[in-house]
């Protein structure tokens, strides 16, 4: 079967640094992409990685392992916009570009 | 913003009444799609299309139909609604080449 799998929930303080981990079993790997979604709103696109390594973006950072079936999100210097929930997604298959979501991590900055 | 409408944006209907979401985008994009975002599950795909009249199941497709006639247009039909299927609903277009997904506003959707 496909799995992703994310924390439900994490806090933070503001001004500090997060990771947010995402693990994945799926029948194949054509890339991850990370995108954040505040309450109530879209998910909009912050990263992506096909091959293993860091792509950084800002505040944000992404780092993918495929022989571990594993990234994560950093995100540095913690503002409280940063509240809201964080989707890891993955496209499984090279022959079509259905991608499968995680569940989310939902993220709580505080003052 | 990817240009990419979802309508209506809030709608009400009762079990076993037809239901048609619409999704328009002016991005002239090949690939489409609908999920259904429910606490403890995420998104999830209902179906996705990869061109005109090019239409593919996802995970959660029971109940749902789709019609994509022209590019800019896809449209998710609900033929019997049940209350299972209350639920936010996402539109979602795409290049591939694996470029990132754009996604419209959401509808939210209650069947009572």
Redesign the interface.
Known sequence: GQNIDQPTEMTATEGAIVQINCTYQTSGF??L?W?QQHAG?????LS?N?LDGLEEKGRFSSFLSRSKGYSYLLLKELQMKDSASY?C?V?ASSG?????????TRLKVLA | DAGITQSPRHKVTETGTPVTLRCHQTENHR?MYW?RQDP??????IH?S?GVKDT?K?EVSDGYSVSRSKTEDFLLTLESATSSQTSVY?CAI?D?N?Q???????TRLSIL
Do not use: S
Request: charged content about 15%; proline content about 4%; cysteine-free.
């Open positions: 054509n890339g992409f995108y709103e879209a998910p909009t696109f992506y096909v989707l997604a496209r079509t570009y259905k991608y499968i979501f995680g569940t989310g | 690939y999920y403890g599950h995420g998104l999830r795909l996705y990869y593919d996802g996402f795409g591939g694996n990132p997904q754009h996604f419209g506003d959401g």
